[in-house]
């Protein structure tokens, strides 16, 4: 088995601020800090230059090098800018099944506008369609016309039938995440929405702003 390549954290904005090498002290320098400004990187190096600049130099791109062939100018102007009036929302996963945990944030500012989990022997799509869900449903509580943003065609596919297509195997121990989606379909299947929901374009974007920056 490979061995899991080493990410190193900036914390532009947290308490404290600074450069962690583990995901968990990134994770505790962040934790009741709204809008908190945050990224992973490959190496030190690039951590450090990113550290003694600003977050909105990095906010919306992606540091990974492990990434696709670059779009073409013609394809980047195709796609055009991400709509700032809106919503992001991601999940995250360690494992498959692992914990799971799930938010969503202000595209334009990053503030965190809500956060579910870790929830136990989850899968990253199980938590890309809570999160979107629970997007669909904070912003028709809030009455607001922005539109929702996702990085995974899965769950805006289950979202649309209005049923988690997950082959997970319902046990004791993800007894919490699976409540939640029984919730979240019966939600679905009683209630009307007009927000749209659009796939975020990473490959000319970068990571959805919502990323727990674990890549």
């Not at 934790?31 to 919306?60: C, P, R, T």
């Not at 870790?118 to 629970?134: D, R, S, Y």
């Not at 996702?150 to 997950?166: H, L, P, Q, Y």
Request: contains cysteine.
């Amino acid at each position: 088995m490979a061995k899991k390549k080493q990410k190193y954290y900036v914390v532009w904005f947290g308490n404290p601020t600074g450069i962690f090498n583990t995901w968990a002290e990134c994770k505790k320098a962040i934790a009741g800090v709204s809008g908190a400004q945050y990224k992973s990187f490959d190496s030190l190096k690039e951590a450090k230059i990113a550290y003694n600049k600003e977050y909105k130099d990095y906010k919306g791109k992606s540091t990974s090098k492990r990434k696709g062939k670059s779009l073409t100018a013609a394809q980047r102007a195709k796609i055009g800018e991400p709509n700032l009036f809106s919503i992001a929302v991601d999940a995250a996963s360690s494992g498959n099944p692992g914990k799971v945990e799930y938010r969503g944030v202000d595209t334009q500012t990053g503030k965190q506008l809500f956060h579910q989990g870790p929830f136990q022997q989850g899968t990253n799509n199980i938590g890309e369609f809570l999160a979107l869900v629970h997007g669909l449903a904070f912003l028709k509580k809030q009455k607001s016309d922005r539109i929702l943003y996702s990085d995974s065609r899965i769950a805006m596919g289950w979202v649309r039938k209005k049923k988690c297509n997950t082959k997970l195997k319902r046990t004791q121990r993800n007894k919490a995440i699976f409540e939640l989606v029984d919730r979240a379909e019966q939600w679905l299947k009683t209630h009307t929405y007009t927000t749209t929901v659009v796939k975020w374009e990473t490959k000319a974007w970068g990571e959805i702003p919502a990323d727990f920056g674990r890549k």
